[in-house]
């Protein structure tokens, strides 16, 4: 298990950037495949991007390709997300996860998650 801490969330406007970090304690995280969810009121948390334990495979939703940047950083035990040309649908509090069994993180039952961060997009 790794505990998990979210950071670099806030309010932007329509066409801004953010970058979320992802920092982890309590164990390494070189051992995990590591992902962003996002979730908004009255909705299922989503799946926004996932990266491999070693960084060689990522994947996103498809709103949010091109515009979305996964990463990580083993040494430093953290995972990032830069966000680029934000909409107000990309307005949501964003979860960073991690589990050792890629197909279980990406289906959102991962056994490590952070508390969330808002991320907030006016237009």
């Known amino acids: 298990q790794v505990q998990l801490v979210e950071s670099g969330g806030g309010s932007v406007q329509a066409g801004g950037s953010l970058r979320l970090s992802c920092t982890a304690s309590?164990?390494?995280?070189?051992?995990?495949?590591m992902g962003w969810f996002r979730q908004t009121p009255g909705k299922e948390r989503e799946l926004v991007a996932a990266?491999?334990?070693?960084?060689?495979?990522?994947d996103y939703a498809s709103s949010v390709k091109g515009r979305f940047t996964i990463s990580r950083d083993n040494a430093k035990n953290m995972m990032y997300l830069q966000m680029g040309s934000l909409t107000p649908e990309d307005t949501a509090v964003y979860y960073c996860?991690?589990?050792?069994?890629?197909?279980?993180?990406?289906?959102?039952?991962?056994?490590?998650w952070g508390q969330g961060t808002q991320v907030t997009v006016s237009s």
């Open positions: 990266i491999s334990w070693r960084g060689a495979t990522t």
């Open positions: 309590g164990g390494t995280i070189s051992n995990y495949n």
């Open positions: 996860a991690a589990d050792n069994r890629l197909a279980i993180l990406r289906a959102g039952r991962g056994g490590n």
